[in-house]
Structures are given as structure tokens and as C-alpha cells.
């Protein structure tokens, strides 16, 4: 699988990862690979926003988001297949 690599930094969040949809203009055959602990970050402020957690998978503009168990993903990079 081909995986690029975005460098976000510290703050990956929801507004981050719908900026990252929008400026790379993936499609539902996309995915977003993230680091654990960026995935938890997101997970959580999806669940304050929401006051719920999203069913599995998480997405955001329709674009499925992966936890890389892995760990192949840096903290504060989002990897794009």
C-alpha cells in the first residue's frame, strides 16, 4: 500500500483532517492514516463535539480514518493512501 506522509505538526484535529480532504481533493477511495495518539485526540473531540462517539469507522467528508496500530505514522503526520 502507498502511503504519502503530510506533516500537520502538533494539533491534528477534525478542521485539520476536512482542510487535508479538501486541499488534496481525496475521494472515498482514500484513506487517512494516523498516529494512536493523534487518532485518540480525534476520536475524543469528535465525541466532546458530538456528545457521542462516531460508529466504527470514524470518517470525516466521507473519508474513512485508520488508527496505524502499526505506529509506521508519526505524531502530528497524517498518512494518505
Known amino acids: 500500500m502507498m502511503i504519502n506522509l503530510k506533516y500537520i ?14 486541499e ?8 487517512l492514516l494516523l498516529n494512536p495518539q493523534d487518532y485518540n485526540t480525534v476520536i475524543l473531540e469528535q465525541a466532546n463535539l458530538f456528545e457521542e462517539v462516531q460508529q466504527i469507522p470514524l470518517t470525516v467528508n466521507g473519508i474513512v480514518i485508520i488508527k496505524d ?7 502530528g503526520t497524517v498518512g494518505i493512501t
Open 9 to 22: 505538526g502538533k494539533n491534528v484535529s477534525l478542521q485539520v483532517l476536512r482542510d487535508v480532504v479538501t
Open 69 to 75: 496500530d502499526d505506529k509506521e505514522i508519526p505524531y
Open 24 to 31: 488534496k481533493g481525496l475521494n472515498t477511495t482514500h484513506k
